[in-house]
């Protein structure tokens, strides 16, 4: 099943929707119950918000790139290599320096090759980023950046990541 780019970026809009909604809740309590806004009240912890950058709502901004199908595609195999371990070490690097919150491929081989979701707040910030990389340098690759809001939460990924993984790539 090959999804264009629009359907991929129309799947994502869906998802965020849906998480937000799901992480809203209903402000409609039955009796004897605890309504979502005094859960969150008792949950909320307003050290760990500060510290992940969270608005009142847990939320901040974020970049994110959707990384397509350069132009350069007709590369031999030792450079197609050598160009993807590049890629992934840059990955790693940006990682590190908590630039890049999230990374990752789609596995259908379409247009939009993956996706990642940056610590920076300006699409210029965020392409400076991208233009380390070099499998964008090589034109294997090219990003679409646009800005997004979503769960504070997600500054929280690679130390979990860290603890679940066997290997790193």
């Known amino acids: 099943m090959h999804l264009s780019f629009n359907e991929v970026k129309s799947a994502f809009l869906l998802i965020f929707i849906l998480l937000f909604t799901n992480c809203t809740g209903s402000d409609q309590a039955g009796i004897g119950e605890t309504s979502p806004q005094d859960q969150s009240e008792t949950l909320f912890n307003a050290e760990l918000a500060k510290e992940l950058g969270a608005d009142n709502y847990g939320m ?3 970049v994110m790139a959707f990384l397509k199908a350069g132009p350069n595609r007709e590369l031999s195999e030792a450079e197609a290599m050598e160009i993807q371990r590049a890629h992934l070490d840059n990955i790693r690097r940006m990682g590190e320096n908590g ?3 999230l990374a990752g491929p789609f596995m259908d081989r379409g247009e939009v090759r993956g996706i990642y979701i940056f610590n920076v707040t ?8 991208t233009e380390t990389d070099p499998a964008i340098e090589a034109g294997s690759l090219e990003m679409e950046l646009h800005p997004w809001y979503g769960s504070a939460a997600l500054m929280k990924v ?3 990541h860290a603890t679940i993984s066997k290997e790193n790539p």
Do not use: F, H, M, T
């Open 60 to 62: 901040k901004q974020y």
């Open 99 to 101: 630039d890049l919150i």
């Open 122 to 129: 300006s699409i210029e910030e965020a392409r400076a980023l």
């Open 158 to 160: 690679n130390e979990i």
